[in-house]
């Protein structure tokens, strides 16, 4: 079974304090993202990486950014923390559609979610 | 920009009914349309719907996707309270890069009373 493991289930941190939120996974897969999610606003894609050192930028990336210097590890950086981005945060990773396209796993494996507060 | 809508946000039913759930999308570079429910953690997979017409079904649950008019419905019959959670709606498409990401709707609230 795939395991992506989000290192914190719950986070509380202070206005502009610097934050890690970190996912890991042991499934090989070349593609992991991040997503908060908002009562009301479902899921939105922060940042997603396709492989080692690269990054694309999701729907909302303002006030993050993500590191991918190993493959089966992604962090998401919040550089100073405010409170609108107390939320859910969810990773997950998936394998490329070259390696996977008939798709008979899911192809987006989640971890647990970090519910991170910001006061 | 891609876009997916869920409709109802919220649904409130008796236990023995049966419901629909609504999945709209315009997104460029459609791959697979997909099904998940989420109860208190992380989402678990449902369905993968890629053909238009061509119902999949797991035991009360079953989908549909329309790639016509760009719609999904979800159906479960015969309810019970743990179909209770959250359904998530999301579009696989294929980015500029060649690579894939899911766009999600923002979810229907489901809750069956006994």
């Known amino acids: 079974d795939v395991k992506v493991t989000q290192s914190s289930r719950y986070l509380v941190k202070r206005t502009g304090e610097k934050v890690f939120l970190e996912c890991v996974q042991d499934?090989?897969?070349?593609?992991m993202f991040w997503y908060r999610q908002d009562p009301g606003l479902g899921l939105r894609l922060i940042y997603f990486?396709?492989?080692?050192?690269?990054?694309e930028k999701g729907d909302i990336p303002e006030g993050y950014s993500v590191s991918r210097e190993k493959k089966e590890r992604f962090s998401l950086i919040l550089e100073s923390a405010s409170t609108n981005q107390t939320s859910m945060y969810l990773c997950?990773?998936?394998?490329?559609?070259?390696?996977?396209?008939?798709?008979?796993?899911?192809?987006?494996?989640f971890g647990n979610g970090t519910r991170l507060t910001v006061t | 920009e891609d876009k997916v809508v869920q409709s109802p946000l919220s649904l409130v039913v008796h236990e023995g009914d049966t419901v629909t759930l609504n999945c709209s999308y315009e997104v460029t570079n459609f791959r697979s349309l997909l099904w998940y429910k989420q109860e208190k953690k992380a989402p678990t997979f449902l369905f993968m719907l890629?053909?238009?017409?061509i119902e999949k079904k797991s035991g009360r649950l079953s989908s549909i996707l329309d790639k016509k008019e760009l719609f999904s419905i979800l159906n479960i019959t015969a309810t019970q309270t743990g179909d209770s959670a959250i359904y998530l709606c999301?579009?696989?498409?294929?980015?500029?890069?060649?690579?894939?990401?899911?766009?999600f709707g923002t979810g229907t609230r489901l809750t069956i009373i006994p």
């Open positions: 890629t053909s238009s017409g």
């Open positions: 997950a990773s998936s394998l490329p559609y070259r390696r996977d396209p008939l798709r008979y796993n899911s192809p987006l494996h």
């Open positions: 999301a579009v696989e498409v294929l980015t500029n890069f060649g690579n894939e990401k899911l766009t």
């Open positions: 990486s396709y492989d080692v050192k690269m990054k």
């Open positions: 499934m090989d897969h070349e593609n």
